[in-house]
């Protein structure tokens, strides 16, 4: 793979429906750190908590001999996902354990006119840091849309006052992804 190439991948939330999901093009030669902080501007996440990369290669976040995660500043994605098809995991916050599929879409030639990495599109919001992993984002859901709901006011409270889950801003993504 040429050392110019871009890798399109989809990362999709896991034990989330409907889907939320980043179809993002991201340099082939990113390395794991890099792209666990473009995972992070995508999905909307805040960087709060741990996280690890799972690879037909092995385990990698920050180097960890007691967990035995490698690590991840000496890895650029092609060396564990090289191939249209190819997929690894990702998971954040070991506590609510958000899981991410990461697939790779298509190998292509880098534009110099573009500015990678970019988001081409998703869909919906990624649930609010710290929710509780997917089973808690379900009850937070069904509690903000029902006024009767006994944690209604406390949780659009916690949220900022409003939380659309169909939300979806490509342009958002972009600023924070060129930001970084």
């Not at 896991?14 to 993002?24: G, K, N, S």
């Not at 990624?126 to 949780?155: K, M, R, S, V």
Request: glycine content about 8%; charged content about 30%.
């Amino acid at each position: 793979m040429p050392a110019d190439s871009v890798l399109q991948i989809k990362v999709t939330l896991t034990d989330i429906r409907p889907p939320v999901w980043r179809r993002l093009q991201v340099p082939a030669d990113l390395t794991l750190d890099r792209l666990h902080l473009v995972i992070q501007q995508a999905m909307g996440w805040e960087n709060y908590h741990m996280h690890l990369f799972e690879t037909p290669a092995g385990d990698y976040g920050r180097r960890d001999s007691e967990l035995g995660h490698r690590d991840e500043r000496k890895v650029p994605l092609h060396a564990v996902a090289p191939a249209a098809g190819d997929k690894i995991s990702y998971t954040y916050d070991f506590g609510d354990d958000w899981g991410h599929r990461i697939e790779v879409e298509k190998a292509l030639p880098r534009d110099p006119e573009t500015a990678y990495p970019r988001c081409l599109t998703g869909r919906r919001a990624c649930p609010p840091e710290d929710c509780g992993g997917p089973w808690g984002y379900a009850n937070f859901l069904e509690a903000i849309t029902d006024p009767e709901h006994e944690e209604h006011d406390e949780l659009l409270e916690w949220v900022g006052g409003a939380f659309d889950p169909s939300q979806f801003d490509v342009e958002d993504i972009n600023k924070r992804l060129t930001a970084q």
